[in-house]
């Protein structure tokens, strides 16, 4: 049913109402990455139409990428929409099970330190799918790493991520388990 919509808002596009198509029309990059048909954010009839709430929640979220990328991400290379995405129209969210144990295995390490912190080390670790020891050294403050240095310059992503959104409306809640998904370096693009 939804490819019987999107060839009838093709046809029509193409010949009855002739219109401008977006280049990610054509590229069906949007498609790909979030699972979704054309009509996911836009009218059948008018590709130019901003009623649907995703339609304007998906500019925000290209202005969002690109941010990203001219901004912290400068230096380490593109992501795209694949990147957190990877085919659903929402990005996989890092589920309890996969922190709680390291938390609980650390709980003696965090005796004493600032709240959240074992929280907050338990999800990076499950979201990079890595140990402790991937960004410290034996001595936990030791800056050394590349790793460590790396987190510092991701840091500024989750300050930047909601100047593109209206709070009242839909605010993404971003972790590093969206991009990462398990593994130390995100999917840039589609394998």
């Known amino acids: 049913m939804k490819r019987l919509i999107f ?73 795209s929409c694949w990147t957190c995405h990877r085919g659903n129209a929402r990005p996989a969210r890092l589920a309890r099970e996969r922190w709680e144990p390291i ?5 003696a390490d965090f005796a004493g330190t600032a709240a959240g912190r074992r929280l907050a080390m338990a999800v990076y670790a499950a979201s990079l799918g890595v140990e402790c020891s991937y960004c410290h050294e034996a001595d936990w403050k030791n800056g050394s790493k590349p790793a460590y240095r790396m987190v510092e310059a991701m840091l500024p992503i989750f300050d930047l991520i909601p100047t593109y959104f209206d709070k009242d409306v839909r605010m993404p809640q971003t972790q590093c388990f969206m991009c990462h998904q398990g593994r130390v370096k995100p999917e840039r693009s589609k394998p």
């Open 103 to 107: 938390a609980a295995a650390h709980d």
């Open 7 to 79: 060839l009838i808002a093709v046809l029509y596009a193409s010949g009855l109402h002739a219109q401008q198509q977006p280049e990610h029309a054509r590229t069906r990059e949007y498609n790909t990455a979030l699972g979704v048909e054309c009509t996911h954010c836009h009218a059948a009839i008018d590709f130019a139409d901003a009623a649907k709430p995703t339609f304007d929640f998906a500019r925000r979220m290209e202005r969002m990428r690109a941010g990203l990328n001219d901004g912290p991400l400068k230096a380490y290379g593109p992501i």
